[in-house]
């Protein structure tokens, strides 16, 4: 099979491999779609290492991945066969572990993940263990699934702040998965769902999307600029600040604006993972003042099933989100144009087969 294997920064091949064989409890996949995630642009610049044992290469990356049951194990064929459309959710913690047990599989030691610590989906094949693998809905694309795992992650995050019906909340850094929070926040019924960030090509994307206002803190020259945030988020909810919160994007200097613009009793949500010595200052008594909950979030325990459903119900609009498709061999040029945000680029995609 042909397969893009990372090395180290900058030094990926297209490669022949022999094409892996699944094990017991696993299925081999033959990929149809990849996303191309922000993590795999931070491990293919040197931003980011590895979950292998040495955090290094040689590795094929990509998490993001639908495709076509290619091969069956022995305990896995009672539920796949042949042919099943499938996605598989990256994250494989082990089922005996306490965490696993308890619904929180995102923190469970012992986890492997593919295109992260095990080899992933920028191949023509894969292997997934079943227990971590779902079928894709017939009304879905295999390109449409490639972006469940980001759903769900995201989806975590939602359920997360806890939202009310009629509430007011901002998403900040206007990326794929932002987008599809706008699209899942509508849904469950706030009132205001405020897009806030530094590209206008982006913040439009969002209005298309459902969001009821986009607030753009950087570009003066921007119809959307807002000086003080505090005061656009005031003006749109009534002379209050924000109910709800979630940060979509690694800058801390969004995280800290959060805490400013988010009144009593509300919630923020951190999702967007800031570098490795990054560190949040909080005014401790104003926070605690008003009430508010601080909120992490971190992968996709338990929200896979409710993920695919929503992309096969139409709630979430993941064609919309799509702006740029490459075929394997030119991954690299991909991953620098989602990197660059070269023409537009909101979220790129590997067709492999």
Known sequence: MKAQVFYEPERMKLEQKAVPEPGENEV??????????????????????????????PLVLGHEFTGEVAAVGKNASGKFAEGDRVVANPVQSPLDSPWTQRGLSNVADGKRVLGVSEDGGFAEYCVSD??????????????????????ACGLYAVNNCNLEAGQTVIVFGPGPIALMMVQVLKSRGAKNVV?????????????ELGATHIVNVSDKKSPHYAADLGDRIREINGGELADRAITATSSLSAIQQALKVTGPHSTLVIFGLPGDKDILQVPI??????????RFSWLAPNTWEEAVQ????????????????????????????????????????????
């Open 285 to 294: 008594l104003d926070t605690i003042l008003m009430d508010k909950t601080i």
């Open 195 to 207: 897009l806030v960030g530094t590209r206008d090509y982006r913040l439009k994307k969002g209005a």
């Open 310 to 353: 929503l992309i096969s119900d139409g709630i979430v609009d993941m064609d919309a989100i799509i702006s740029h498709k490459f075929d394997l061999d030119s991954l690299a040029e991909g991953i620098t144009k989602v990197r660059n945000r070269e023409d537009s680029c909101t979220k790129g995609l590997i067709k492999v087969s």
């Open 130 to 151: 079943y227990r971590w693998t779902l079928k894709l809905a017939d009304n879905v694309t295999f390109d449409q699934g490639a972006l469940t795992e980001p759903l």
């Open 28 to 57: 081999l996949i033959k990929v149809k779609s990849v996303g191309i995630c922000g993590s795999d642009v931070a491990y293919y610049f040197g931003a980011s290492s590895l979950e292998t044992k040495d955090g290094k290469g």
